[in-house]
């Protein structure tokens, strides 16, 4: 695509809104179309590139992380001693 350039994009209805549509503005069933003209094209900057480079490789390490943490602390929570709730007896003196 190249700066000034229209094109027609065509969104099939399996990847739009599916069989339930978006009433009442989309029918169901409907494929979506969109005329798109490319007013200007631009390059990344070192930010951008770094950005969407490194930004979902750190997203993928976090999730793993995470779950593991979560993991760790139920663990904790499970294996901790739990307080006893029941009250102690009270010792009656037997008298013989």
């Given amino acids: 695509v190249c700066e000034g350039q229209k094109i027609k994009a065509t969104i099939p209805p399996h990847l739009a809104y ?3 549509g978006y009433p009442p503005t ?3 069933d409907a494929a979506l179309e969109f005329d798109v003209e490319v ?4 390059q990344q900057t070192p930010l951008q590139k770094m950005i969407n480079d490194v930004f979902p490789l750190l997203c993928l390490a976090l999730v793993p992380t995470l779950l593991g943490l979560v993991g760790l602390y139920l663990y904790q ?3 901790a001693q739990k307080p006893n709730k029941k009250k102690p007896k009270d010792k009656k003196s037997k008298k013989k």
């Fill in 18 to 20: 599916g069989k339930k």
């Fill in 77 to 79: 929570k499970s294996s």
């Fill in 39 to 42: 007013i200007s094209l631009s």
């Fill in 26 to 28: 989309i029918p169901g």
